[in-house]
């Protein structure tokens, strides 16, 4: 019988992983670099790598180890593998035509968001912005959901202890001068949502660039994810948000919420 405080995670296969996670930070590393960055002898990093090269999971190139291809064959998957998030594209772009603006869908996982589908219509359409200041949802990055719309959204639907549990592992971290950063402070806000049905990034992650974001749910009530609306602050004005964003966004998650409830019927 396996021991109950005995710890069930394999270090071997952390240390892996923790080597790919430096590597995708760096854009590519050399195994010098790694050891150091890790603290390893460079025998077990050259082990690690070269399992992880021959298996397919990185390639190198002269001397610097990069990401593999083999990881988007499993992004892909993780990313169409649930029969929600196939509909993610199509309601993406339903919203990104209705609004004009920068679309993403993202999902919970441990504790933060991750964008997987996304839509850029908005800066493509009107290159004359400036560009310095410009932010741009990157599918397959993490965001931490204090600070997002869409993260905001997902946690005012977590029960409490949930919620500690997540702020307990990534903190509060400042993005700008409006992030969240007390834990009273979020809870009201997650109050508010849950009663108004929305969240609002108010400037808490770029400067100058407003979202709204909302749950979509199962015909169970349990969400898969969340839709946001995202663009300038001068654009996304309090009024503009009232009349024109939140009922585009309701209508998309509705219409995105009875696709989901028809599949499930259809006994898919």
Not at 31 to 50: E, F, G, R
Not at 188 to 205: M, P, S
Not at 206 to 229: W, Y
Not at 232 to 239: A, G, H, L, N, V
């Amino acid at each position: 019988m396996v021991d109950q405080m005995e710890d069930p995670t394999l270090k071997t296969t952390a240390r892996s992983l923790a080597l790919v996670d430096r590597i995708r930070e760096c854009g590519g590393a050399r195994l010098p670099q790694l050891a150091a960055d890790l603290s390893l002898a460079k025998s077990t990093v050259y082990k690690h790598v070269t399992t992880l090269h021959e298996c397919g999971y990185l390639v190198k190139e002269d001397d610097r180890y990069h990401i593999g291809p083999k990881f988007l064959d499993l992004g892909e998957h993780a990313r169409s593998r649930k029969v929600g998030y196939q509909f993610a594209d199509d309601a993406v772009r339903e919203l990104t035509d209705a609004t004009d603006e920068e679309v993403d869908f993202v999902i919970e996982d441990h504790g933060r968001i991750i964008t997987i589908s996304e839509s850029y219509h908005r800066w493509v359409k009107y290159p004359g912005e400036d560009k310095s200041n410009r932010y741009r949802a990157r599918m397959g990055t993490y965001y931490p959901m204090h600070a997002t719309a869409s993260g905001k959204a997902i946690l005012a639907e977590f029960p409490r202890t949930r919620v500690e549990a997540i702020l307990d592992r990534w903190g509060l971290s400042t993005k700008t001068d409006n992030t969240i950063t007390e834990r009273r402070d979020l809870l009201e806000e997650l109050n508010q949502i849950n009663n108004q049905g929305y969240a609002i990034d108010n400037e808490e992650f770029t400067n100058g660039l407003r979202s709204v974001g909302m749950t979509v749910n199962e015909p169970d009530g349990t969400h898969i994810g969340a839709m946001s609306v995202s663009g300038p602050s001068y654009r996304m004005t309090d009024e503009v948000l009232a009349q024109e964003i939140v009922p585009a966004l309701e209508r998309t998650v509705e219409s995105f919420e009875d696709r989901l409830a028809k599949k499930r019927s259809d006994g898919s």
